[in-house]
């Protein structure tokens, strides 16, 4: 469905704050004149659009003007640096570039670095309102999907545009691959009222927020701009009486480590489906989780390319703890050694998703396209992580290729000692990578951010290590850590070890 499908007065998307809403019948009006907007300046069918955006409800707007246009939407990392920013508006070809009202400065640097977007529009100078103002609401006879072109987080190198072919269709006919998946499996519809606490340039919060409006939803936008609240999302919760949502591990890991009486005071019971992504969620997490919120959590196993997708539901997840889920959804699963060789159950190898044809490539990329491509199935695709199946099918994540630590031979995956670590109660975040070594090629080193309270220095250091070797093997337990004041994660939680392991000589 679209946003004219539902009553014009029913709450469409509104701030967590409450100050910023937009009705159903304000999304179809203004995403309709947008896309009048975009076709009188010139854009057609196949060109690409740029987005510039904290989470204001107006993202939606855009978002459904280029579904309705045939377009491809990039929306832009807002934590990005003008260089980095501008390299994304030049690489996927934006014709157009809107930007919000706190991004100012940002869009002036990347316009003035990206001249290729002739259409200029603004949150703050008037120029977006006056173009809708002076567009028609008409819809016209035929509406091409559209589709987002968004870019890898750059966790391990540069980000890639991820592009798929467009849609066949009207947006008005026909639901996409996440409505398809997403609504029958956690059950959105008019009544659902979801929380998006994640910035929207990032895939998953995104197509969510769109599913909802896709089937008559209230999203629920937290700000985006300042780090992850636990507090405010626990206000939010309460507030809006939140029947869904979606979050990363590290959310979990800071709600849990708010004080008993500040998380007892937020009634969360109005909670149906919390579904959490984009990084493994240590068990004892999760665990503790499913404790405070009861069996809500359901968890999926993807990636921005959308190569392939696993799901595990609460039941699922206690009787098979640590898994990501099944495959089948949208392609089968492949674990395979170094040579391409499928591996056998229990065995431990680079996951793959076997689809009829390749379900992506890298923009302006072909090379990488290829590295992420089976060497003898080139409709086999992976994004470099590392598990294993289990006799029913399960898959259980290990890490990510690039970050397996090899230390006398031996292969050491980071995850596991993370997980660790995140459970002790003077540690706020942590990474774990491995360092040049003269004896043993790379030694493992946790670099730690600690809690507030907590003192860095010799003593902490002392008691984390051994921590670890209560919990796993000795070989695996770091022999250092270091301590920072931050990490250099995305707002998406995902660790940018690439800027580490540089900081340490790779």
């Not at 591996?343 to 992506?360: A, D, I, M, S, W």
């Not at 089976?374 to 199946?389: A, Q």
């Amino acid at each position: 469905m679209y946003p004219g499908a539902y009553d014009p007065a029913r709450t469409a998307v509104v701030t967590a704050d409450g100050g910023r809403a937009l009705t159903y019948g304000q999304l179809e009006d203004r995403s309709l004149r947008l896309a009048d907007h975009l076709r009188s300046a010139g854009l057609r069918v196949g060109d690409h659009l740029a987005l510039l955006s904290d989470n204001d409800p107006r993202v939606l707007e855009v978002y459904w003007a280029a579904l309705r246009s045939g377009l491809y939407l990039t929306v832009v990392n807002h934590h990005l640096t003008a260089d980095e920013a501008a390299y994304i508006v030049r690489d996927c070809g934006a014709r157009a570039l809107i930007v919000s009202a706190p991004l100012t400065e940002l869009g002036r640097a990347v316009r003035a670095a990206a001249p290729g977007t002739e259409l200029r529009l603004d949150f703050d100078d008037g120029s977006y309102e006056r173009a809708l103002a002076e567009a028609s609401p008409e819809p016209p006879a035929h509406q091409p999907r559209g589709v987002d072109m968004l870019y890898s987080s750059g966790t391990t190198g540069l980000p890639k545009g991820i592009a798929s072919t467009l849609p066949e269709g009207d947006v008005r006919e026909e639901m996409s691959i996440p409505q398809l998946l997403f609504q029958p499996l956690y059950g959105f519809g008019e009544d659902t009222v979801y929380l998006c606490p994640a910035p929207l340039y990032h895939a998953a919060p995104l197509r969510f927020c769109f599913v909802v409006t896709a089937t008559g939803g209230t999203v629920v936008l937290m700000d985006s701009l300042n780090s992850f609240d636990p507090r405010r999302a626990l206000a939010a919760i309460e507030r809006h009486r939140v029947t869904h949502s979606q979050w990363v591990p590290t959310m979990f890991v800071r709600m849990l480590k708010l004080p008993d009486e500040v998380r007892a005071a937020y009634d969360v019971s109005s909670m149906r489906v919390a579904v959490h992504a984009a990084a493994p969620c240590p068990v004892e997490v999760k665990r503790r989780m499913m404790d405070w919120w009861g069996p809500v959590l359901y968890e999926y196993y993807s990636a921005t390319e959308a190569n392939g997708i696993t799901f595990v539901g609460p039941e699922e997840w206690l009787r098979k703890p640590g898994t990501v889920g099944r495959g089948g959804f949208l392609g089968e699963l492949r674990i395979c050694d170094d040579d391409g060789k499928v591996l056998p159950v229990g065995e431990t190898g680079t996951v793959y998703f076997e689809r009829e044809e390749l379900p992506f490539r890298y923009h302006n990329d072909e090379a990488r396209t290829r590295q992420a491509q089976h060497p003898e199935h080139p409709n086999w695709t992976t994004t470099g992580d590392i598990g294993h199946v289990d006799e029913d099918g399960y898959l259980f994540l290990t890490d990510r290729k690039a970050f397996t630590i090899i230390s006398g031979g031996v292969n050491i995956y980071p995850q596991e000692i993370e997980d660790c670590l995140t459970l002790h109660p003077d540690v706020a975040d942590v990474a774990v990578i491995g360092v040049p070594d003269a004896e043993m090629g790379e030694a493992v080193k946790a670099v730690v951010q600690p809690a507030p309270d907590a003192t860095p220095g010799p003593r902490l250091e002392r008691e984390l290590l051994d921590f670890v070797r209560d919990r796993i093997a000795h070989y695996k337990a770091p022999r250092s850590v270091d301590f920072t004041d931050a990490l250099p994660r995305t707002p998406t939680g995902k660790l940018a070890k690439s800027k580490l392991r540089e900081a340490y000589g790779d």
